[in-house]
């Protein structure tokens, strides 16, 4: 929320801001890859940023965990992905950020589908759009092999 006394944004400021976005759309262009490479992590990062959602839902809604279960669940679960995020710059340092990125996504699908495929993953009937979710893992890995290559 702005300060008190702040002027509201007026067309003025709109189109200001568009003329700026043109202005970055074109100085990205110098950049090489640049373009691809932010094209691949909006496939990747909306689908990774949809399942970490949806936990939330799904730890109370479909499994019945009280909100302060699954909030200590979710937390458990950061700190464990700040710890990963070690080793995982480490595998960066030794194989490069496209080969470990690759790896990320790929565990991410192959675990869904796993999960899913041995009945681990029951509750996930309990979601409207279930059929959405594995398609969106793969189309994922599969877009970003195109764009990262």
Not at 85 to 90: E, V
């Amino acid at each position: 929320m702005p300060p008190p006394g702040t002027p509201e944004p007026g067309l003025r400021e709109a189109i200001a801001a568009l003329g700026q976005l043109r202005e970055t759309i074109l100085d990205a262009r110098t950049v090489p890859g640049l373009s691809r490479f932010l094209v691949a992590r909006f496939f990747y990062s909306d689908a990774v940023n949809t399942i970490i959602v949806v936990m939330a839902i799904v730890a109370t809604e479909a499994m019945g965990l009280t909100n302060t279960v699954a909030n200590l669940i979710l937390l458990a679960l950061a700190i464990v992905a700040v710890l990963a995020s070690f080793g995982w710059g480490w595998t960066v340092d030794r194989l490069g950020p496209k080969r470990t990125l690759m790896i990320v996504l790929s565990s991410w699908a192959g675990k869904i589908r796993e999960a899913d495929a041995t009945g681990q993953a029951e509750f996930l009937s309990n979601i409207k759009n279930r059929k959405m979710l594995l398609p969106v893992t793969h189309a994922t890995a599969s877009r970003c092999r195109v764009f990262c290559a």
